[in-house]
Structures are given as structure tokens and as C-alpha cells.
């Protein structure tokens, strides 16, 4: 299985920018998903990265380095409503599965 | 256009009952994936369907199954209730099984007493 590894919690103050990282196993990986998740919602997806680099959507960026087993989840220009859990979820090669971390519990303070 | 729908939103049961859960999924989506997740975790993998057919299972006992229909949409059911199956239940379809993203429905809230 691909072991996700991210942390539990983090707090930043609204307006800033806060990097959520995520570790995972590199053995038959295919794929990098991050998911936002608010309390008591469904997880909305946010990105995906199979490729080394730097995806940027809005105020959000994710980046992927393969060989380093590493993503984080960039989040520019911080809001209240960022306040949330972000997932991280790697797929495995020839494999339908989504592996998920247990999530980064993000708080956003004035 | 709709999103992923589940019903129903919460069900309580007692141990040793069975339930069935519903998923609807995305117009045009043919892959349907079945999560649970409890508290603080992350979601945890179950089973993919994919035109009908079983393209994965999570570790899980014998005790859940599902299935897909013919219009994709799908059932998981659950025997033998334990106390420890309390979880919100996620579907989730996509496109293709794999290299797409899953959209999420909101889940069904299962209680057991």
C-alpha cells in the first residue's frame, strides 16, 4: 500500500500563504490527488499531479517531485472559509484505489 | 448538472442488521468507488466498480459488498452490523477508474447501536 504522511494540524492568519505537505511511499505510485474537505462535507477535489512540477489554480498550486515522494498543497491569499482538512490521496500503479492520508486540519485566523 | 447522490443522508441501525446504501453517479460517469471514513481519518478505500464490473476492494470483510447497474449507479450493502461499522459512507464516480479525479457525493451518516 502507499503510506501518506502529512500533518495533523496547522493555523495561519487570513491573507497569507500556508504549504500543506505530503509524504508518500514511491513504489508503484501513479498519481497525487489533493482533496478539501469541510467539516460534516464530502471532500471537493482541488488537484491532481502525475507529473514532476508545479500545477497553480487560482490561489491554489500543488507540486509533485516523484523521486522525492513529495506534494505539497500551496495556499496563497488565505480566507476564513480556507478553514477546512485537506486530504492528500495517492494512487497506486495499476491500481483503482485512492490511498488517503488523514488529512491536515487547517484553521484560518483573522 | 446534478452531482453525486447518495440517500440516505443518515440511518441508524442496531448491531447485527444489514443496510443498504445508494449512489447515483455523475451523468456520464461510469466508475463508482465506495469509502468510508471515520472521524478524524481520512477516507479508506472499499470497492471500484467500473461498467459493471469489480475493479478493486479495499480490506474489507466478506461482510460488505456491492454492486453497479446497469444505469451505473450502485449499492453497497452491509451485513452483520458492528458497532465499529459507524462511518460516513462516501461514493464516489469518475470518468475512467483510474487517472481521474473522483467527485464525491455527501455521504451517508451510519450510526449503529
Known sequence: ?110 | DAGVTQSPTHLIKTRGQHVTLRCSPISGHKSVSWYQQVLGQGPQFIFQYYEKEERGRGNFPDRFSARQFPNYSSELNVNALLLGDSALYLCASSLRPSGQPQHFGDGTRLSIL
Not at chain 1, 50 to 55: K, P, R, W
Not at chain 1, 89 to 96: E, H, I, K, N, T
Request: glycine share 10%.
Open chain 1, 1 to 110: 500500500g502507499q503510506n501518506i504522511d502529512q500533518p495533523t494540524e496547522m493555523t495561519a492568519t487570513e491573507g497569507a500563504i500556508v504549504q500543506i505537505n505530503c509524504t508518500y511511499q514511491t513504489s508503484g505510485f501513479n498519481g497525487l490527488f489533493w482533496y478539501q474537505q469541510h467539516a460534516g462535507e464530502a471532500p471537493t477535489f482541488l488537484s491532481y499531479n502525475v507529473l514532476d512540477g508545479l500545477e497553480e489554480k487560482g490561489r491554489f498550486s500543488s507540486f509533485l517531485s516523484r523521486s522525492k515522494g513529495y506534494s505539497y498543497l500551496l495556499l496563497k491569499e488565505l480566507q476564513m472559509k480556507d478553514s477546512a482538512s485537506y486530504l492528500c490521496a495517492s494512487l497506486g500503479a495499476g491500481s483503482y484505489q485512492l490511498t488517503f492520508g488523514k488529512g491536515t486540519k487547517l484553521s484560518v485566523i483573522p
